[in-house]
């Protein structure tokens, strides 16, 4: 089993177990600080939600940086397990983890409840547009879609590209909604 390390907030330098799952693929360490760069460092108040979350990567660098609630979503029971497992370990009390299917349930969340969604479904599950549907629901008006896909996407209706980056095989995306 690798780790993963987490590079910024209250729980920086601290590890995430990364388990030997097929697909499982954390977000490399350049790539997430691009992100919270292009964020800014501080996310305090915001609501986030990490769909597809995998190794937790994305959704504890998220609580890190003083996000007020971070959904993370694993349809993998036992990479669910151990997601719950590093949440006890750091005391990440708004951290909420949920063995489920993301999509299912991005379709029965509430309108607008997220500042910040962040998707990084495995890339070859074509699961990158009917993910993007689901998330433009669950934003905020000028609230942000991260996008992680094994190619440049463009961004859906409603929403503005602010940022792009290739690191390797990952695209990463960031884009705002329209307020």
Known sequence: MADVRLIGGQWKRSKLPVLDRPGLRPTPDR?????FNWLGQDLTGWRVLDAFAGSGALGFEAASR????????????????????????????????????????????????????MLDPPFDAGLHGT?????????SPGGWLYVESGEALEP??????YRHLQAGAVHAHLWRRDE
């Open 156 to 161: 859906p209706a409603g929403c503005q590209a």
């Open 66 to 117: 003083g996000a007020r609630e971070v959904v993370l979503l694993e349809r993998d029971a036992v990479i669910a397990r151990s997601l719950a497992a590093s949440k006890e370990r750091l005391h990440a009390d708004t951290l909420a983890i949920h063995a489920t299917d993301a999509l299912a349930w991005m379709a029965s969340a509430a309108h607008g409840r997220f500042d910040l969604v």
């Open 31 to 35: 790539v997430r600080e691009t992100l």
């Open 131 to 139: 993910a993007t549907e689901a998330a433009l629901r669950l934003l």
